[in-house]
């Protein structure tokens, strides 16, 4: 048994290293998995960095999702069964060959299913699903606006507010990742490195004609955002990737300009307005309403099967190229879901 260590904060090529591991027996209500192939997610290069709060200290084995096969079982685990295929949401301790899990963040998957693709429905699909359904409960017709459209979460959100006719305003950092988009039936794609989302939104439909933000980017883009939510309205924020900047150091400046850029406000005027900023933390949920956490998992288990979403992948590395993957996420270079295969 292996797994990649974070070591050290900062630039991949020296943060990881790979070291044997003992697992201890899973307790009585987790799951023992045998990894094919684990998913990166954002989080983990703010964990690199050293912006993560919930990192554990280092050394430690960070990810989020894998996806493999039972080898052990707590005793107390009912509706899985060794041998069974799952996904996994691992909560750290994913860049591993073996990990311990709770039975909460435990899926079974058909055989025939891709693991590169069930690795994005552990994490970024049942964050989206937790957003889109749980939290926004979208509806038809309404105006939606993702932020980092063609990212992992980016591109589970538009698929989900596809299926209830939503019409979509879409972000990304570039006009490949344009096309993408439009590929993926983003009514209303911005590159906005080129223009800004906000001008963009206001010119053609003016300012409180969103019904639903997805926020990922945190600072100022929820303060120019919420100007363009409409009475009823909900912006959900799930990260805050501003932080990670394009630099391999921490930088104390970069995290004060994302907080102060948030703007201040007053609970009188969400209340005036009918309005909500809801908070996602997939932690949370997994610690606090487990069983929500498998409900949405299950859910988008089951939509990936009658084909209702279809999860793209970036790129499968070798999970000796884990460092290589990592510069990928963080400049910014994927579409979909990234993934290491053992
Ligand atoms: N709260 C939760 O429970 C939860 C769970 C999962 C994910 N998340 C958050 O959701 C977001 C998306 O996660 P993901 O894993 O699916 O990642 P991702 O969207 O596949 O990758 C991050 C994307 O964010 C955009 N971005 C904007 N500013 C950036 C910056 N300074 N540095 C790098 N990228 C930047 C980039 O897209 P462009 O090039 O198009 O700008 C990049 O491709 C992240 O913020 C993550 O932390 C939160």
New binding site residues.
């Given amino acids: 048994m292996k797994a990649y260590h974070l070591i050290k904060n900062g630039s991949s090529k020296t943060a990881f290293e790979l070291r044997k591991i003992n697992l201890a027996e899973p307790t009585k209500e987790q799951v023992q998995i045998e990894v094919e192939v684990f998913g990166l ?3 983990d ?2 964990a690199r960095l050293g912006y993560y709060k919930a990192c554990p200290p280092l050394p430690t084995v960070i990810g989020y999702d894998v996806v493999g096969r039972i080898i052990k079982l707590g005793n107390e685990v009912k509706d899985l069964k060794i041998g069974q295929r799952v996904i996994a949401l691992t909560r750290f301790g994913g860049y591993s060959t073996h990990v311990n899990t709770s039975c909460y963040g435990v899926v079974a998957i058909e055989e025939e299913t891709d693991a590169a693709t069930a690795t994005a429905l552990a ?2 699909y049942s ?1 989206a699903y937790y957003a889109a359904e749980h939290s926004m409960n979208l509806h038809k017709g309404e105006r939606v606006l993702i932020q ?1 459209a ?5 591109t589970a959100l538009v698929q989900l507010a596809k299926r209830k006719d939503c019409i979509i305003y879409g ?4 006009n490949e ?1 344009l096309e993408y988009l439009k590929k993926q039936g983003v009514d209303f794609p911005i590159n ?1 490195t080129e223009n800004d989302f906000y001008d963009f939104i206001k010119d053609k439909i003016g300012e409180k004609s969103i019904d639903a933000i997805f926020d ?2 945190g600072g100022n883009y929820v303060k120019k955002a919420l100007k363009l939510l409409a009475p009823c309205g909900r912006l959900a924020m ?5 932080i ?3 630099s391999d150091k921490k930088s104390l400046i970069r995290q004060l300009k994302t907080l102060f850029g948030f703007g201040k406000y007053r609970p009188t005027q969400f209340f005036g307005n009918s309005q909500a900023i809801i908070g ?4 949370q949920v997994g610690d606090y309403k487990p069983y929500i956490l498998k409900k949405c998992m299950t859910e988008v288990v089951d939509l990936y099967n009658r084909g209702e979403i279809k999860p793209v992948v970036s790129k499968v590395f070798d999970a000796k190229d884990l460092a290589e993957a990592h510069e990928y ?2 400049k ?1 270079k ?1 579409v ?1 879901k990234l993934v290491c295969k053992w």
């Fill in positions: 997610n954002f989080a290069v703010m994490t970024q964050t980092a063609a990212g992992g979460v980016g972000t990304a950092g570039s990742k906005y990922s980017i799930y990260g805050a990737a501003q990670a900047g394009d996602v933390n997939m932690l996420l963080q910014r994927s979909g």
